[in-house]
């Protein structure tokens, strides 16, 4: 079947399931601090960032244990599994075959594994729309799911790449992190200047919009994203509404809210509530309990925390009444089961390291639901 996804919550028909195979390094640099700036300054992430790495050519590379990937890929098998189980098709990407540096003409980075495909890839109606990444490592990540593309390329589904960034240091907006939103605790360094610079570029994670039929709501935090949306209303024009929800979350929302289904909203607190468009703030709201960090693996200081706690609200819709939760945080699934919803337990160890929960580890391309008009 080709593509037809219009939300977050009808019944599931066909996802693709993240791979983290060979994830055996982040690189810091300028774009990975620049995206995980928030989290990196909260209470809960203890190492630093350590030295400079853009003042000079090799970036900081920190390894991961090999023990926290093979564990998250276990995780990551059950997850397909009990997928399969519910009768949802899952499509994989490639995995890494081993450690793949790059370069572009601008800059080097070390590729990553193709394991948070929500953020770069988005399924409005019958279109998949890559999205231009933001941290550098990403750059062809979308490549090793190129065959699954094609295949639904073959099938018939439209599918478009938004500009490319050249990506040099002047090409981020650093208004955000620059102590305008929250204060800096470790400077994130001048940008150094390029013959290659072409000012502010648009870019944006697909993550960053949740899709309500005609309507997705989207944050914008930066002119990178405000530029990318503009693209995305340019493109989109007469077939989706996008709502900007201005520094709603430095980058992706999908830990803030998600809807389970019309008229319902998982949330992270009622401040979020507050800043959603009119059309949402009458729908009921579901909050998710406090995480306590005792539901989290023990790190140790040179392992790079990149999520906050709220990770596991970041769950995966396969009907309006089933959700796919983490088996580790128990006090969610009670609340989720006592407003009527059935739960499916998996278990995912490793999700403030790698950076996302199963709503980050799907993209969802085939979905029941239509282009309704949920806002009107
Ligand atoms: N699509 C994703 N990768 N979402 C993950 C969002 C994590 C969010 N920044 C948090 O710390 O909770």
Redesign the pocket.
Known sequence: MTVHSYDEWSTLKEVVVGSGVRYDAHEVELSFKLF?H??AN?AFYYPTYGPTPEDGPAADRRRLKKRYVEELNEDVEELVDALEELSVTVHRPKALHGSVDFRTPYWQANCVPAL?V??QAVVLGDEIIETPPQVRARYFENDLLKPVFYRYFAAGAKWTTMPRPVMTDRSFDISYVSGQHTPAIQEVSAARTSPFDVGFEMMM???QCIRFGKDVIVNVSTENHALAVRWLQRHLAGKFRFHVMHRF????????VLPLRPGTLLL?NPEVAEKLPAPLRSWDRIYAPEPTDNIFPQYEDDDLV??????D??ILSVDENTVVANSLFPDLIKVLESNGFTVVPVRHRHR?LF???F???TLDTVREGGAEDYFG
């Not at 979350?249 to 803030?256: F, K, Q, V």
């Not at 990149?306 to 990770?311: A, E, K, P, V």
């Open positions: 995980f928030d989290v909260s948070n929500r953020d994670d697909a993550a979350a430095d980058n992706h929302i999908d830990s803030l992270r990149l999520t906050s706690r709220y990770i609200m970041n403030r950076g996302g929960g709503h980050c580890f």
